[in-house]
């Protein structure tokens, strides 16, 4: 069973901490996402990493980085945690579809509240 | 930039309704069309998906989708909703021969019994 899973269901951090998200998949998919969900903003892509050590910034990369030294392992970065980083925080992973794209497949989520 | 709109934010419908979702996205080239589902405290799964050729697609649980591409749409429908499905939907739109893949806002649906 394709399974995506992500390392922390809740977290609460400070404001000014360094937070790491971990997110691993277990089907040897090329491509891996972070996205933030919001309530009306809907999923809004962070980071899209397509191989191992390489990454494309989604719509809202500022304050997050990103590592993918192993390709069943996406790592998200708050370099310095901020309140408005609070969120649902999804992982996901596809493989790469070539002429078409596959589905994507996702984490249970990690909610992050910096306080 | 690609772009998707779901118009419909909240939508409450008793059981038996038939139900319509609208999605709409913003690119000129070929894209590879998504519906996901989210139920309340579950993961986001797939509904169905668009790659190439009849433009009506079949989905799991009696969804249905149609890819217009004079109207950028792919609508979501189903002709009598259950209380079950109770949850959020994403539109999601990907370019073709790209994996990069951008979501809608999302549409809350709430069905009564």
């Known amino acids: 069973d394709v399974k995506v899973t992500q390392s922390s269901r809740y977290l609460v951090k400070r404001t000014g901490e360094k937070v790491f998200l971990e997110c691993v998949q277990d089907?040897?998919?090329?491509?891996m996402f972070w996205y933030r969900q919001d309530p009306g903003l809907g999923l809004r892509l962070i980071y899209f990493s397509y191989d191992v050590k390489m990454k494309e910034k989604g719509d809202i990369p500022e304050g997050y980085s990103v590592s993918r030294e192993k390709k069943e392992r996406f790592s998200l970065i708050l370099e310095s945690a901020s309140t408005n980083q609070t969120s649902m925080y999804l992982c996901a992973s596809s493989l790469t579809g070539g002429l078409m794209n596959t589905e994507a497949f996702f984490g249970q989520g990690t909610r992050l509240t910096v306080v | 930039a690609q772009s998707v709109s779901q118009h419909n934010h909240h939508v409450i419908l008793s059981e038996a309704a038939s139900l319509e979702l609208g999605c709409n996205y913003s690119y000129g080239g070929t894209v590879n069309l998504f519906w996901y589902v989210q139920y309340p405290g579950q993961h986001l799964q797939l509904l169905l998906k668009y790659f190439s050729g009849d433009p009506l697609v079949k989905g799991i649980k009696g969804f249905e989708a149609e890819f217009i591409k004079s109207k950028f749409s792919f609508n979501l429908r189903k002709p009598s909703v259950q209380w079950s499905d109770t949850a959020e939907y994403f539109c999601a739109v990907s370019i073709y021969n790209t994996d990069k893949l951008i979501f809608g806002t999302g549409t809350r649906l709430q069905v009564f019994p």
């Open positions: 089907m040897d998919h090329e491509n």
